[in-house]
């Protein structure tokens, strides 16, 4: 009897023993890497989503996925938002590719006076859509902006008879979100070519040198405000 009660205490002892010993660590997991400062970074390499974005009276709604004018939505007969693909937009003298971590199109100007062209037989109704609206970021500086808006009808192809520059937003600096905005009713040349045609395509141009670098986030052809007249303002210089 008073061998087993020994034998129970020493096992006792040992389980005591082990108890009080320190469990062992559990290996530290590496970090997450921290992101590098993006002011060290050249502005072509900072990411959009931390740009500025210039006010004004068109905006985008992210939530409702469409272009606002003092808070109401504006229809549009053509929205491209660049889900991860170019939606047929092509770039001469220069580069273009999907956003590498965000929707959005990506391009690079490489050459002089460098143009993005939108798919062609977008047949729309130049009367119903008159508004081109372009949020897009600067990403990186170039010299002599441009700006200007070309279009392609079955009665002509793009010509500088047939232009426009932008009422709002014009010239963005970098690290700059803003929404070009053209009114077709009123453009700075070609009377009223746009309102009486049915548009097959239209070409931007941004900068007219080549270094520039933009994120182009949506571009939409939509109607323009309810009730609104032409803007007497003059395309921004």
Not at 139 to 159: F, I, M, N, Q, R
Not at 181 to 186: H, I, Q, T
Not at 210 to 229: N, Y
Request: charged residues 20%; glycine residues 8%.
């Amino acid at each position: 009897m008073k061998s087993a009660l020994l034998s129970i205490l020493s096992l006792c002892a040992v389980l005591l023993a082990a108890c009080d010993e320190p469990r062992a660590r559990e290996p530290k997991l590496n970090p997450r890497p921290q992101p590098a400062d993006d002011r060290a970074l050249p502005p072509a390499a900072r990411p959009a989503d931390a740009a500025v974005e210039r006010p004004g009276p068109y905006a985008w709604d992210a939530a409702a996925g469409t272009f606002t004018f003092e808070g109401q939505p504006l229809r549009a007969g053509r929205l491209w938002t660049f889900e991860g693909s170019t939606d047929g937009f092509v770039m001469a003298g220069g580069e273009v590719l999907p956003a590498e971590t965000s929707s959005g199109l990506r391009l690079a100007a490489r050459a002089f006076d460098p143009a993005l062209r939108s798919p062609s037989g977008l047949a729309l109704d130049g009367a119903q859509f008159s508004h081109v609206l372009v949020r897009v970021t600067r990403l990186a500086p170039a010299s002599d902006w441009d700006g200007a808006l070309h279009y392609v009808t079955a009665a002509h192809p793009e010509a500088a008879g047939f232009m426009a520059k932008p009422f709002q937003g014009a010239d963005p600096k970098v690290n700059e979100t803003v929404i070009l905005a053209y009114d077709m009713r009123s453009p700075t040349m070609g009377g009223q070519d746009w309102v009486t045609s049915l548009i097959e395509s239209i070409r931007l141009d941004f900068d007219d040198a080549a270094g520039g670098e933009f994120l182009i986030h949506q571009i939409a052809v939509t109607e323009p405000p309810g009730g609104e007249p032409a803007p007497a303002l003059r395309p921004a210089a």
